[in-house]
Structure formats: structure tokens, C-alpha cells
């Protein structure tokens, strides 16, 4: 596998599910407060 | 709302939009339409929504006067009922056809079809495009009104009722199962020609640059990324017609464009792409999702499940879970579909919701029995076309006009701050205020130049790039003739709720004291 290509997909998942997690975990923090 | 994102989109259209635009060279347009307007739509679409909902208004063209006190507003909100309505009609026949292998697993209907030319056989027989008598003719049509009863059942139910439920239980379920169906496919031994999963992946991640010169690439990345957020539909802003003044928009927003990415990148890229590739190599993948916008999964999941099948016997069980959830995620986007008309129905013409939704439930499926009939004559495709592709853009661009610029930018930021759980970047302020219109205008008007008039003057076809044949001419000439007739009947009856209720679109509407219960 080329490494363009690998670091290409690295990047996007680390991006995807970077956000994904750090939204949810804000998500849940504002939720808790909120109670 | 991350239940009404999470789709058929991410599954299968997704896949196949990649794999016929080349991987790599799509995925770049992919990641920069989402970043200029995807994630922007979404936080403009929940703005949008809440502010038409302190005028208890859940509908495209009650927004838009709310927004803007003109006498044109609430017709330029005619778009956001037709788009709904029609995308729903041919959505919901997708979603039966993940029903249709969900039953066909259970019963191990499609086993011994292995390649692609067998699988495809299989299912364009089912969709009535060939017979081979592998499938009675009634069978696309049953499962059709199936799913659109279940739809309307869910729907006439309520959205808290419906939708939550479904979604907090399909959701989790449907993640899960992806997750081991990647595990699976990246440990399938090589294929016939060498291939594996990494080859599958390398082909999605490798970006061709000399292919970015290509605009039908770009059109096709921003069109994905609007299907599958599920913006330009009215549905986003239906829901958000919901939320209270000092409801959270920005966090929220974010989090379901994400959730969704999540879905669709790295499950999504993981599934149907990868064994694609494995079993029918590289050039075998492209061709088959050139043969139909949804159909490689369908043509490649049924060969996993009977590879699993031959070490496992529970190959089919796989099956029937992975298409049955399929058609739980359709379900969850499908009757969001409805709510905009439902509301509007509800709203202007003091319909009961159940009356609505079963009333419209019936239009749709007449509608959708078109689809269903016509489909090899392009019939749906001309529809996913027009309303699901072009009328998508045409949404956005007017409630990005319209709430960016007509509603003025600080009163549009501000809006979508209120009660918010996270500031944003305000870079993201002058995105949406000028690259967000910039890069729709300029998907329009290229669209329209390379896509939208050779269509219309019939010299290439919506579903691919051969000129309309004199047999299916027709059955577009058809598809465009309702689809106009539908703007035309929605246009009456915006003109009539506004006359039935005496609004003076110079004042306004008065505000709501509360919004109402979903």
C-alpha cells in the first residue's frame, strides 16, 4: 500500500473520529452539567 | 438527528459514488464540500428551523417568511415541500429492497450466486429489469408497500414516539454490526486476482490529482455529502422547528455531521468497497456500481455472507442482520422525509397528524408504484435527479441567501449561538457567509452548464451518459411532467394556506408561546 494512500486514510479517520469522540464527550459533559 | 443522518447513504450510495468516481480523486471534494458546506448547512439548517419554530412554522415555506417579509419567501419554501415528498416516494423503494435481502438471506435465496454477472442477475431480476424467473413479478411491489406502510405507521405515531425509538435501538446495533462485518472483509484472503482488503483501500485513498480537473467529480462528492447529511430536504428543519429558544445548536450539529462521517468513512469505506475489490477486483467494483447507484451492495454484501457462510454456518444470519438494520437506518431518514409535509398540513390546514400522514402515505406510495413499475426506463433516476440531486442545492442555496444574507450575518451567528454549548470558530462566520453561497452558486451554475441542460434537452440520461432512447422517452417525459405538476399543486396550496389564514406577509407571523410538542 502506497504511503500517500496511508496517510491519506490516517488523516481522515483521525479526523472523522476525533471529532466523533470529542463531540459526543461535550455532548455528554453539557448534558451532566445541565442536570 | 444523528438517527435521520445515518442512512441508506452511508452504506450504499456512498460506496458507489466513490468507487464509479474513482476513490481517491473523489474522496478529496469529498472532505472539502463537507468542511465549506456540509458541516455549515447542518448549523444554518438548525438555525433556520428554530427560528421558523418560535412562529410554531415546521415547514420550508413558513421559514422562509418568517426569515424574510416578501411575498415571494413562501413560495421560494415551494422547493422545500416538493424535494421531501418526492425524494420520499423512490427512497422508500430503495429501503424495500434491503427488506427484500433481508428476507432473501433468511431463506438463502441468492446463495450460489457468486459473481458478480449471478448476483446482478439476481438482483436486477428482483427490481424487474430482466426476468429470469428468479423472482415474481408482484415481489418488488409487495415489499415496496410494505415499507411504505411501516413507514407511515411510524410516522402517524409521532417523532418522539417513532423515531427515537427506532433509532436508539437500529443505531448502536447498526454500528456494531458494521464493525464486524469490516473485521471480517479485512480478513478475507486474497481474491481471484491477488486483491485484498488493502487493496480495496488503497484504491478508495489514493488520490489521482490529474482526475480533481474533472468537475463531475465535485459535483458528485458535494451531491453525496447533501444526501447524506440529509440537507436540502426541509427534514433537518422540521426536526429543529422543535427546539426550544435556549436549545443547544452548535454542539449538537457538529456532533450529528460527525457521528455521520463516522458512518460513512470509516464504516461505510470499510464494507462494500473492500470485498468489492477482493472478490471482483478493482475494475470488476467500478463496473458494478456503474450499473445503479445502490447496487454494489447489494451485488457484493450476499457473496461475503456466503464466504462467511462456508467456514460459519451463520453466513445468512449476518445477512439478515446487516440488511434488516439497513432498512431500520432507511426507515429513521425516510419518515423524517414526511415531516415538513406533515407539519405544513397540520400547521396551515388543521389536519389531525394521522390523517396527514396516512393521506400522504398514499400519494407516495402511488407515486412510488411509478418507481417501482418504470424503473428500467429511468423513471426514478429522472426524479433522483431533479429533486434529489439538483433541488438538494437549490434548497441550500436559498436558505443560505436567505438566512446569511437577507436575515443579515450577526442576527443569522447570533441565532444559531443562542443557548449554544459551543462557540464557534468564527472563521466558520465568514465560511458561511461567503464561501458557504460561493461554493453552491458555483456547484449550480457548473451543474447546470455540464449536467442539467444536456439532461434536459435529453441528450444524456439522469442515470448515466448515453442519450435518452426513444423507448424510455416517455416514461421521462412522465417523470418530468409530475414532478412539475407537483411544484405547480404545492404552489396552490401555499397561496391558499397563506389566503386560509390571513397572514400579511409584510408583518409577519406572531410568535408561538411555546413550540409545540413534537
Known sequence: VSLGATLFMGLSWAAVLGLAGWTLWRLWRARREDR | ???????????????????????????????????????????????????GGRYRKGHLPGMFAA????????????????????????????????????????????????TPEAMLGYLQSFQ????????????????????????????????????????????????????????????????????????????????????????????????????????????????????????????????????????????????????????????????IAQSGAFNLGFVTMPVVFQQVHATLPIGHLLGVLWFGLLFLAGVTSSVAMLTPLVAFLREEFGLRREVAAWGLGALCWLLGLLHVHWLKYGFLDEWDYWAGTFGLVLVAVIETVLFMWVFTPEKAWASIHEGADLPLWPVFKFIMTYLTPLFLLVILFWWGKEEALPILWNQRAAGGGAPVTAEAMPYVTAARALLLLLVVTCTVLVRLAWRRNGYDDRAGFAPAAAPEAP
Open chain 2, 1 to 51: 438527528m444523528a438517527g435521520n443522518a445515518v442512512g441508506l447513504g452511508n452504506f450504499l450510495r456512498f460506496p458507489t459514488q466513490a468507487a464509479v468516481h474513482g476513490g481517491g480523486s473523489f474522496m478529496v471534494p469529498y472532505f472539502i464540500a463537507l468542511l465549506l458546506v456540509g458541516i455549515p448547512l447542518m448549523w444554518i439548517e438548525w438555525g433556520v428551523g428554530r427560528h
Open chain 2, 128 to 287: 424487474g429489469v430482466t426476468d429470469t424467473g428468479q423472482h415474481r413479478w408482484w415481489t418488488p411491489y409487495a415489499y415496496f408497500t410494505v415499507a411504505m406502510g411501516i413507514n407511515v405507521w411510524v410516522l402517524s405515531r409521532g417523532i418522539r414516539a417513532g423515531i427515537e425509538r427506532l433509532a436508539l435501538v437500529g443505531m448502536p446495533l447498526l454500528f456494531l454490526c458494521a464493525v464486524v462485518l469490516a473485521v471480517v472483509i479485512a480478513r478475507l484472503p486474497a481474491g481471484p486476482d491477488g486483491s485484498t482488503a488493502l487493496t480495496g483501500y488503497e484504491f478508495i485513498y489514493r488520490p489521482e490529482l490529474a482526475r480533481l480537473a474533472e468537475p463531475n467529480i465535485w459535483l458528485a462528492a458535494a451531491g453525496q455529502v447533501f444526501f447524506t447529511l440529509s440537507v436540502g430536504m426541509g427534514t433537518l428543519q422540521a426536526y429543529a422547528s422543535y427546539l426550544r429558544p435556549g436549545d443547544d445548536i452548535t454542539l449538537s450539529g457538529l456532533a450529528t455531521a460527525a457521528t455521520n462521517e463516522t458512518a460513512e468513512v470509516v464504516l461505510g469505506g470499510s464494507i462494500a468497497i473492500p470485498a468489492a475489490v477482493v472478490f471482483f477486483g478493482v475494475s470488476g467494483a467500478m463496473a
Open chain 2, 67 to 114: 426569515l424574510w417579509r416578501h411575498p415571494l419567501a413562501k413560495y421560494l419554501g415551494v422547493v422545500g415541500l416538493v424535494v421531501p415528498l418526492a425524494v420520499m416516494t423512490y427512497y422508500t423503494y430503495l429501503e424495500s429492497w434491503t427488506l427484500a435481502f433481508a428476507v432473501a438471506s433468511a431463506g438463502q435465496d441468492y446463495f450460489g450466486a457468486t
